[in-house]
């Protein structure tokens, strides 16, 4: 009988709930937490709040609608790092509760690992398409911006990382700038494919190896709305699609220039995305298209398992459960994780 995991996501504001067997999805359950967006962004404290409140149904939602029952669980997934420690600690702690009241084991998970294993699920009406060992992996977020090189189901190495900031940060912080509502990822997608994304040009940071840097461009962002707003107060207002469209193109252009260069290197053409800025629109066009040109066969995330949700986190639980990888009940959540 194929082993039934329970995966717990709670590592920013989102929190899910949800329930595999073998790799097939049977729930995918997530509660957002809007009472942020008047903040233009996460406040940890409230979050930690609101997943108290929703671990409970959103727990029991997931197993209702998987039509199985808590005894038939076979494992417990969890989230425990990177993200903040308030809300890493309820996933964790209600995680170790259920654990000892069924007697089953945990499978602690790296929140990055899952947004990579997301490519390996399976949905109930079809198979989907897996990537095959070794690929690479373009983890893009709000915090994290990575090649990867996956070899194995945990097998996982970062070639690659941002030496400052993230492109999703990239993406909010200039929306912010622009007066854009938060998140202003999805926002400047929106707009940008109104836009002409050559327009306008920015700063494309140099950097070694396959490492990224985004900070460059955001202060030459910033700067050039200044300089253009003192001779037009209204510029923002009056070209806010072409730099949309303009801005998005840069960061686009920095991802997949080091992508192109890294699948050179490792002679790889499986290549995927994973993390909530592969569900930018341009990025995935901007992907395929590189792919059809290198002769790569790419692998884009079903937008359901782009943002944190607990189906990435029960799949990589499942691949831990088979090799006997179990967490320790004084297992305690980590805000940082360097390593895959």
């Not at 199985?68 to 964790?92: C, H, N, Q, Y």
């Not at 490519?119 to 977020?141: G, N, W, Y």
């Not at 938060?182 to 836009?195: R, S």
Request: proline letters at 5%; aromatic letters at 8%; glycine letters at 10%.
């Amino acid at each position: 009988m194929d082993i039934t995991i329970l995966g717990i996501e709670s590592s920013c504001d989102d929190t899910s709930a949800a329930v595999i067997r073998g790799r097939t999805l049977l729930s995918n359950v997530i509660a957002s937490q809007d009472v942020h967006r008047k903040y233009g962004g996460v406040i940890p404290e409230l979050a930690s709040r609101a997943h108290q409140q929703n671990i409970i149904p959103v727990v029991d939602t997931a197993i209702r609608e998987a039509g199985i029952e808590l005894k038939d669980l076979d494992g417990i997934a969890f989230t425990r790092g990177p993200g903040l420690l308030g809300s890493l600690m309820v996933g964790v702690s209600f995680a170790k509760g259920l654990s000892l009241s069924l007697d089953i084991p945990m499978m602690d998970v790296n929140h990055l690992q899952g947004h990579i294993s997301s490519h390996f699920i399976d949905l109930p009406d079809r198979q989907l398409a897996h990537p095959r060992f070794p690929f690479l992996c373009l983890l893009v977020s709000g915090g994290h911006s990575q090649i990867v090189l996956v070899k194995d189901y945990g097998e996982m190495e970062i070639v690659g990382t941002t030496i400052d900031d993230a492109a999703g940060e990239a993406f909010d912080k200039c929306a912010k700038v622009m007066g854009l509502p938060y998140p202003g990822g999805p926002v400047i997608d929106k707009l940008a494919k109104e836009g002409n994304p050559k327009r306008f040009k920015f700063a494309k940071p140099s950097v070694d190896g396959f490492n990224y840097s985004f900070s460059g461009l955001k202060t030459s962002f910033l700067y050039f709305l200044r300089d253009e707003m003192r001779e037009n107060p209204n510029f923002i207002g009056e070209n806010k699609a072409d730099l949309c469209a303009s801005l998005q193109s840069t960061i686009i252009e920095i991802l997949l220039n080091k992508l192109v260069r890294a699948a050179r290197h490792y002679d790889i053409r499986d290549i995927a995305i994973a993390g909530g800025v592969s569900a930018n629109s341009g990025l995935r066009r901007a992907i395929v298209e590189e792919g059809v040109r290198r002769g790569w066969n790419t692998f884009l995330p079903e937008f359901k398992f782009t943002t944190d949700n607990a189906a990435m986190i029960a799949v990589t639980g499942y691949f831990k459960y088979q090799r006997g990888e179990f967490a320790p009940m004084d297992v305690v959540p980590v805000a940082r994780i360097s390593r895959m």
